[in-house]
């Protein structure tokens, strides 16, 4: 986890750091000195801290227009210990929700775990976000397993041949007009 950077290839059309409205504005990064941590490893110290002692966060790009944001995580998605769900809706989500972005891909190639007890702060994003849905991409087979058995797959999607695509070849508005697509093909009808 130590050498793994978020996504860069988007930043000449968003830079999270420089973006007003982004919970992450103005947020320095000393590319010297690994200050983020996941369980105290050390990890890239351009990932976003949402005050979770196991998963952290890039919004690699923010549409407000169009009302959807990309994100990439890292780490292990620990709502059983941590409320990692509750935490990444407190300072992420929920404050690029105020701004009117409520469609969420997650990138979940790095989630190497994911431990869930109830799907109860999932029910609330959706009853809260009703227009909003949040797509998880690339997620491994053990995270969707879990997600299943918890039935938290319930208020999050996911395609097997969105996953097969190399999402980093295109472009934000290209990739979310694919997974927008199978969002109203399969989950929203």
């Known amino acids: 986890m130590i050498d793994t950077e978020p996504f860069y290839g988007w930043l000449h059309w968003y830079d999270p750091e420089k973006d007003e409205l982004s919970p992450f504005y103005g947020v320095e990064h000393n590319l010297f000195q690994f200050d983020r941590k996941i369980y105290n490893l050390p990890t890239h110290p351009l990932w976003e801290d949402i005050d979770s002692e196991s998963l952290l966060v890039k919004i690699l790009f923010a549409d407000y227009t ?3 944001a990309i994100l990439e995580l890292i780490g292990e998605w620990n709502d059983l210990h941590f409320n990692d769900f509750r935490l990444l809706r407190e300072h992420c989500l929920d404050l690029l929700g105020a701004e009117g972005i409520f469609r969420f891909i997650l990138v979940c ?3 190497f775990n994911v431990y869930v007890s109830s799907d109860d702060y999932y029910a ?3 009853e809260t976000w009703e227009e909003g849905w949040i797509f998880l991409l690339r997620a491994r087979p053990i995270v969707l397993q879990e997600f299943m058995q918890y039935g938290i797959s319930a208020w999050l999607g996911w395609s097997a041949e969105i996953d ?3 999402w980093r070849k295109y472009s934000p508005e290209q990739l979310y007009e694919l997974i927008q697509k199978i969002m109203q093909k399969y989950y929203l009808g």
Do not use: I, R, S
């Open 164 to 166: 097969e695509l190399n």
């Open 66 to 68: 169009q009302g959807f």
């Open 124 to 126: 609330d994003f959706h």
């Open 109 to 111: 190639e790095n989630v």
